[in-house]
C-alpha cells in the first residue's frame, strides 16, 4: 500500500495524487483519466517513463489487429506527450529532486492539474499543467503549461509535443501511418486509418504561444509522428505558460455533414481558429458548466462520519459519464471504461446489471441510448445463436459494434504451467448474458414508461430472447423436465456446469414475461401485436414458451434453505477462507490452488445465487435469503469486482447493515482507494456502477419489484443524511432519508411527504410502496 | 560532442562507452550491435530507457505492415530486456548513483560487458552485464548477470526477464501474438508470424541459476510477452550470478532438417538442453574461435601515430562481418546492416560499390553469396524493367527478399513546410544502380576468377543489364546520339537531370563490356555462349549494344578539363560552401537553403563524377583527374557517408596524402566516433566498407584496371607500416608497405619480392603490375 492517493475533506470534489512514484504510473492514469463519452485520455505524465500506458480512445472505433484477434479500441496517436529540455536536461521526475508533486482531479469540472518544483543542478522550477478534455465540444481536448523559473538565473527550454503514433496496443498496432500535413503554418494534422475496419480518424493540433520570443518554432515530421519544436529562454524568477488545443475527428461522427477526409481536415482547422477568441479558462468553464448539469441532476450527498464515502459517489459519477458514449447508440460502456486497454473497450453484462441502473433512474435519455444499443445488436445476437444451433436472440457474451456479434476472445493467456494458451469459454457458454439483457431492457422500461421503446425495440428484444431461451433448454427425459446444461453463471469459478440457478430462473423469468407480455399486447396493442407477430409467429411461440417453461428445472432450496448455485456446487468440498480473505484473497489462494482446484471445491468468485436472490427479490423471503448469504458469502473470494455491490446491497436489504456499510467501503475502494496496481488496466466500470446502487438502493432501499417502485431506506449507522434523487415515469423524485425519517418529494407535486412511522407499509399508489 | 567514447592505446581491440548519458542511448546501441550475419540485436541496456531503440533483426525476414508500406526488417520479440527491482527500488541509471559505468565491445571475440556501481538510499550493487551472440552457432545468444551486494547488508533481489513482443519498427507492427509454451517447465517459448510475410519464429529462452535459493520462479503470460519472474536473497558482501539463453530459429531457415514449428521447437529446446554441459566461457570462446578465423585471414595492421587508425579497421571488420548474411544467398547486406531500423534493412549500391569489394577481395565465398543475391534478384529487375516499359534487367534500387524487385517508398516524410509527403524519386529515377550491380559483378570475377559463377550466372546479369541500358537509351534526332534522361546520379542533391556522366559512362561500360564478351564468348566458350544465346539472342543484342554504344552521348571534359556532373550542373550558380563546411555541413547549409534551391546550385552531396574517375581510372588521365577533385570536392558538402572514403582514394591516388588522411580520419569517426546522435538509426554500412578500401585500395594502392592487379602503395606520413593481405585468383598475397619500400609475399610461393625503387613500374605478370 502506498501513501501517494489523498482526500481532502474540504474539498470533498477533488482526488489527488501526492508525490510521484514511477512504480504506480498506472493508478492515477486511469483513476484521474479524463473523457466526455466520445473521446478519452489516460491522465499519463506529458514527460514519457518507462512503464506508463499512454492510451486515447474514441468510442466505437473498434479494429482487429488480425483474424486471430478480436476487436478492440485502438490506442489512438497521443496528444498530450511533451518533452522538455531545460538547460540540457532531459525533464523526469526520476533524476533530479522533485518536490510538491501533486496530480490532482476536479471531478466538478473534469480539469486536471498536475504541478511539481524540480530541481537538476543549476535548473530549479516550478511546472504546472492543466488539461481537460471538453464535456462541451466531444471533439475538443487542452492542455495550458506553464513554467517558472525558480531560480535568478536563466533557463533555456526546449520543448517537443504533437502527435505520436508510435504507440500501440500493447504491441498490436490498428492504425496506418497516414497522410500528415500543416495547415496555416501551425496546425499539424495526422490522418490514420483504422487497418481493418477502415475509420479513417483526423487528428489537429495546435499550440499557442503569446507574449514568447521563440528561438525556435520547427515543425518536425517522423514516421507516424508530427511534432513541433519549439525553443526559448526564460529570465530568472519569471514565468511563461503556453497553450496546446486538440481535436479528434473519425469519419463514423454521426453529427458531421461530411466524414469525407477532406471536409473533416478543413472543418477541424476551422473549429479551432473559430475558438481563438476564447481562453483556456473559457474553455474549460463551458466544459465545467456541462459538467454542473450532471452534478445539479439528482445531486447525491452524504453527511457522514466517512467523508470518503461523500466522494466515491462523485468519483463514481464522474467516471460513469466519462466512460458511456451518450452521443451515440450504436456504442456502449466497455467493462474498463475507456479508461485503460483492459477488456478491450468490450461491453459485456456489467452495463445492464451494473451500470444502466444508474442511467435508467437518473438519466434515462442516456439509457435509451443503451438499450438501444442492444436493439441494434439483434443481428449479431441472431448470428450467435444460429451458429450455435439455437434459435432468436442470443447476446455476446462480449459487445464492440453492435453488429458484429460476439467478439469474445477464443483464446486466453498462456497457462502458466503448460505454457499452452488457455481457452476462454464465457463466448461460448456464459450464456446467462441473454437475460440480463432482457432485465435490463424490463428494468429501463419499469423504471422510465418508456412506451416507445417498448413498442419499437423493447418487448422485440425481450420476445427474441424468450425465444432464444426457449430453443436453448435441454428436455431431460429421465426427469421430464428442461434443463440447461454446460454453462458458467456468474460465478466464473464453475466452467461447464448444469442448471446454474441464475441461469435458469433468469431464462424462466424471460420467457414466463414474454407469455403474458404476448397476451396483453393482444388484448391492449394490436398494431405492436402484428407487428411482433409478423416477426416471430407468437401464437407457436407462446405455445413453445408454455411448454417448455412450465418445465423448466428450477432449482430449489435443500432442507436447510440453500438454493443450489447449479447441479454440483453443494456436494463439492468446502474450504475454509478466511485465511484467504485476511490476506490478499485471490492471489494468496492460488498460491496454493490451481482454478481445476478450485473448480471443485465451494468457492465462489462472485455473487451468484445472491445476485439472483437481489435481482428477483420478489421470488424468495427473507428467511431464504438470510441462509443463502449466510451460506455463500464465506464461500465467496469477492475477486470480481461485481460482487461487493450486491453484497452491500442484500446485507443492506437484510438489516446486515454494519457488513452492508464495510463491503461498501471495500467496493468504493476498489479503484479510488490505496492499491496502486489494481487499476493499471482501467477503472472497474461495473464497481463504479455498483457505488451508486450500493447508496440508492442499498441505503435509499429503492427498487422496482412487481414493475412497481418500492422505497425502503436504512442508513448504515455511520451516516446521519443521505438523499438522493431519480426519475421515475417522467417524475423527478427526491429523497432525504434520515435515521428516524424520511422525506419524499415529487417534482410538482409542492408538498414532501415524511415518513416517521417505522416498520409500517405505505401504499402510497398502484406503483409506489413506502417501507419504513 | 560527448566525451562517452573511449578507446584503450593498450588494447586496440575495443571501443569503450565510459559513464551513461540517456540521452545518447542511440550511439553504443548502434556501434556495439553484436551479430553474426543471421541474428543481430541492438546493444540497449538490459533495464528499460525512455528513448532506448530496442532492436533485434533476423536477416530476410522481411515484412510489409500493409500495403502503404514498403518491407522491412522487421523488429524481432526482445529476449535481451530485463527489469530488476533492488530491495524494492527499480534499477535505473537515470535515478540513484552511478558510478564506473563502463559498456565495453571486444571487437576480436564480439563480447559486450556493461558493468557499473549503482547506490540508491541502502542499496549499493555491482552490476556485471557478458552478452554474446554466437557467431558459431547462428541462432544462439546469451547473456551472463553478476549481482554483487556492496553493502553489508541483505538484498532482496527481483528479476523479471523473459520475451517481450510488444516492441515494434517505429510502431509498425510485424508480428501476430503468436503461440506461448513453456518447455520441460522451464523453456519459455513464444511463436509469432510476421503478418504478411508469414515467416514463422520461434524463439526460445532459459534462465540458468546455479547455487542460489530462489524464493520466487514464476513464469508470466503476457499479451506479445512471456516472462520469468525470479526473487532470491543476496547476504551482505557476497554476489551471485546467472544466465539466460536464447535461441531464434524461423520457418525460411536453409538448413533445417523440418522448418515445421513443432519440429522447430523441440529442435530449439534439445539444443539448449544439449549445452548444458558447456559455461557460459565455454560457448564465449567458441565463438570467440569462429571470430579469430576471421582476424586470422589477412590481418591489417598499422603502425600509425594515430593509434584509433587500427582499431578503425577492426571496429570496420567487426561491423562487416555481423552485418552479412553470409549463410544464405538469398539475403544481402543493408544500408545500416542490422544494427537499426534505418534504410528497413534493405539493400542499396552500397554493397557492390562499397562493402563487396572487402570480400570480393578477403572471403570471397561470401562475396559469392551476395553476387548470387543479384542472380537470384533477375526476376525482380526484369518486373521493375517492364513495369517501367523497358527491357532486361533494371536492378531495384533498394532491394529486400530478392524476388520481390523494388522496395523503395515512394513517399517519404512530410515535409515540414507544407505538411504534405515528399516524393522519394530513387526508386524510379535513380537508375546508376543497375551498372553498379553489373560493374560489382565484374569485379567480383576479377578478383576472384571465379569461371563457375560466371558461366553459370555471372555473365548472365551482365548481359541483362546491359540489355536494360540499350532499352534505357533515348535518341536525341537533333544531336544524333542517344542520351539518358531524368536521372538521379549519386549525387542525390540534383534530381531530374539528363546525362549524369556516371550513369552515362556505366551504362557504356556495361554495353562495351557485353559486346566483346560475347565475341569472346562465342569463340572460346560455346556452350556458355548457346545457353545465354537461347535467353538473349545473343546476335540481335549485340547489334542494338553496337549501334547504340556507338552513338552514346559520353559528356566530354570542358575546356578546363572538367567533366560535367550533367547537362545543367556547370552552369549552376556557385556558392563558397567554407563556411558550412567549417560548421555542421548539411545542417547549417539547409538553415540558410532548402532543397529546392540546392538543386539549381553547383553544390553536390557525395562524390559523383570523382567516384567516375576512380572506379574506372584507366579512362581518365591524371592530369583530369586533378582538375576535376579540385573542381568537385569544394562543391561537395559529404553529407552522405558514402561520400568521404571515395575522396580519400582519389586523393591518395592523385598523391594528396594530407588530405587523404584528412578525409580517412573523419571517414573513419562516422560511427567510431565522438558524434553521439549520428549513428542513432544504424551505423553506417558503406562506410565501414569505405575504411577497408580506404586502406587497401587507397594506402595498399590494390585496384584492378583492365582486368589487372596493380599494386601502387603510398603511406600518409603518420603511418610508419601497413601490412594487409587479399585473396587473387586463389591466391593469398600478403603485402607489407613502409615509407621506402614494400614487400609482397605470395602464399606457396616462398621468398617475398621487395620493392624499393621508386617511381618505376614493375610488370610482374600478365595479371599483375607494380607501380611503386
Given amino acids: 500500500m502506498s501513501t501517494l492517493m489523498h482526500y ?40 514519457s517513463y518507462v512503464g506508463e500506458t499512454r492510451d486515447t ?127 496555416e503554418g501551425r496546425f499539424i494534422q495526422m490522418m490514420p486509418e483504422t487497418t481493418q475496419s477502415k475509420i479513417q480518424f483526423v487528428q489537429t493540433s495546435e499550440h499557442r504561444f503569446e507574449g514568447v520570443e521563440l528561438t525556435e518554432n520547427r515543425p518536425e515530421t517522423a514516421r507516424r509522428g508530427f511534432y513541433m519544436n519549439y525553443a526559448f529562454d526564460l529570465n530568472g524568477n519569471s514565468s511563461i505558460s503556453f497553450e496546446k488545443r486538440s481535436s479528434i475527428y473519425t469519419s463514423i461522427d454521426k453529427e458531421l455533414s461530411s466524414n469525407k477526409v477532406e471536409d473533416m481536415r478543413q472543418f477541424a482547422v476551422a473549429e479551432l481558429i473559430s475558438l481563438e477568441e476564447l481562453s483556456f479558462d473559457d474553455l474549460l468553464s463551458e466544459s465545467a458548466k456541462e459538467w454542473q ?118 483464446w486466453g493467456a498462456a497457462d ?66 428442461y434443463e440447461i446444461c454446460d454453462v458458467i453463471g456468474p460465478d466464473e469459478y464453475k466452467e461447464h456446469v448444469n442448471n446454474n440457478s441464475y441461469t435458469n430462473y433468469t431464462a424462466h423469468w424471460n420467457m414466463v414475461y414474454v407469455i ?39 432449482p430449489q432450496a435443500t432442507e436447510d434453505g440453500i438454493i443450489p448455485q447449479d447441479d454440483s456446487y453443494l456436494s463439492k468440498k468446502v474450504l475454509d477462507l478466511t485465511k484467504y480473505k485476511e490476506a490478499d484473497g485471490v492471489d494468496s489462494l492460488f498460491h496454493e490452488y490451481n482454478l481445476e482446484q478450485v473448480n471443485e471445491m465451494q468457492i465462489t468468485k462472485q455473487a451468484d445465487v445472491l445476485l439472483l436472490l437481489l435481482l428477483f427479490e420478489g421470488l424468495f423471503d427473507k428467511e431464504l435469503k438470510e441462509k443463502n448469504f449466510d451460506y455463500y458469502e464465506p464461500k465467496t473470494t469477492h475477486d470480481s469486482s461485481l460482487s461487493l455491490s450486491t453484497h452491500a446491497i442484500l446485507s443492506a436489504d437484510l438489516g446486515k447493515l454494519e457488513k452492508s456499510y464495510h463491503f461498501f467501503q471495500q467496493a468504493s475502494n476498489i479503484d479510488m482507494g490505496e492499491y496502486m496496481k489494481s487499476s493499471d488496466p482501467g477503472i472497474h466500470a461495473a464497481s463504479l456502477g455498483g457505488i451508486w446502487q450500493m447508496i440508492v438502493f442499498g441505503y435509499g432501499g429503492v427498487r422496482i419489484v412487481n414493475e412497481q417502485l418500492r422505497i425502503e ?29 424520511f422525506i419524499i418529494e415529487k417534482s410538482g407535486q409542492g408538498k414532501a411527504i415524511e415518513f416517521t412511522s417505522k416498520g409500517k407499509t405505505h401504499k402510497l399508489n398502484d406503483s409506489l410502496t413506502i417501507f419504513y
Fill in 293 to 410: 448539469k450532471i452534478w445539479d441532476k439528482h445531486p447525491i450527498k452524504i453527511e457522514t462520519k466517512n467523508f470518503r464515502d461523500q466522494i466515491a459517489i462523485r468519483f463514481a459519477q464522474y467516471h460513469l459519464h466519462v466512460m458511456t458514449p451518450a452521443h451515440d447508440e450504436r456504442m456502449n460502456i466497455g467493462a474498463k471504461g475507456m479508461s485503460g486497454e483492459g477488456y478491450k473497450g468490450h461491453t459485456f453484462w456489467d452495463t445492464e446489471i451494473f451500470m444502466l441502473p444508474y442511467f435508467s433512474f437518473t438519466h434515462p435519455e442516456i439509457a435509451k441510448s443503451l438499450v438501444t444499443y442492444r436493439y441494434l445488436g439483434l443481428d449479431g445476437a441472431h448470428k450467435k445463436a444460429t451458429s450455435n444451433g439455437y434459435e432468436g436472440a442470443q447476446y455476446p457474451w462480449e459487445a464492440a459494434w453492435p453488429t458484429d456479434g460476439e467478439v469474445t476472445p477464443v
Fill in 713 to 741: 431506506p436504512h442508513l448504515p449507522k455511520e451516516w446521519n443524511t443521505l438523499t438522493f434523487g431519480f426519475d421515475y415515469k417522467g417524475q423527478e423524485i427526491t429523497v432525504e432519508v434520515r435515521p428516524d425519517h
Fill in 416 to 481: 502458466i504451467v503448460t505454457g499452452q494458451a488457455t481457452k476462454i469459454w464465457s463466448g461460448f457458454i456464459e450464456q446467462h448474458i441473454t437475460s440480463d439483457v432482457a432485465f435490463g431492457i424490463k428494468q429501463y422500461l419499469d423504471v422510465t414508461g418508456d412506451d416507445t421503446f417498448a413498442r419499437e425495440k423493447g418487448y422485440e428484444i425481450l420476445v427474441d430472447t424468450a425465444k432464444f431461451w426457449a430453443s436453448r433448454l435441454e428436455y431431460n427425459a429421465k426427469q421430464d423436465y
Fill in 516 to 554: 403474458d407480455l404476448v397476451a396483453e399486447l393482444k388484448e391492449r396493442e394490436p398494431q405492436v401485436y402484428a407487428k411482433l407477430d409478423e416477426k416471430f409467429d407468437l401464437k407457436s411461440l407462446v405455445q413453445t414458451l408454455e411448454e417448455k417453461s412450465e418445465k423448466i428445472f428450477l
Fill in 8 to 47: 481532502d475533506t474540504n474539498d470533498l470534489w477533488k482526488i489527488e495524487q501526492v508525490g510521484f512514484d514511477e512504480k504506480f504510473l498506472g493508478k492515477t492514469e486511469s483513476i484521474m483519466v479524463l473523457g466526455n463519452g466520445y473521446l478519452a485520455v489516460r491522465s499519463s505524465e506529458e514527460e
Fill in 57 to 183: 480512445f474514441v468510442a466505437g472505433t473498434f479494429n482487429a489487429f488480425d483474424e486471430n484477434e478480436v476487436t478492440e479500441l485502438p490506442n489512438v496517436p497521443d496528444m498530450l506527450g511533451m518533452n522538455f529540455v531545460l538547460n540540457g536536461h532531459v525533464l523526469s521526475l526520476i533524476q533530479g529532486q522533485v518536490s510538491d508533486y501533486s496530480k490532482k482531479l476536479n471531478l466538478k469540472t473534469g480539469e486536471l492539474v498536475r504541478s511539481f518544483i524540480w530541481k537538476k543542478d543549476e535548473v530549479v522550477v516550478k511546472l504546472t499543467f492543466r488539461r481537460f478534455v471538453s464535456k462541451a465540444r466531444l471533439h475538443f481536448l487542452a492542455t495550458q503549461v506553464q513554467i517558472e523559473n525558480l531560480s535568478d538565473q536563466p533557463l533555456s527550454v526546449k520543448v517537443r509535443s504533437g502527435i505520436n503514433g508510435q504507440l500501440s496496443n500493447e504491441g498490436s498496432q490498428h492504425f496506418t501511418d497516414g497522410e500528415k500535413g500543416l495547415m
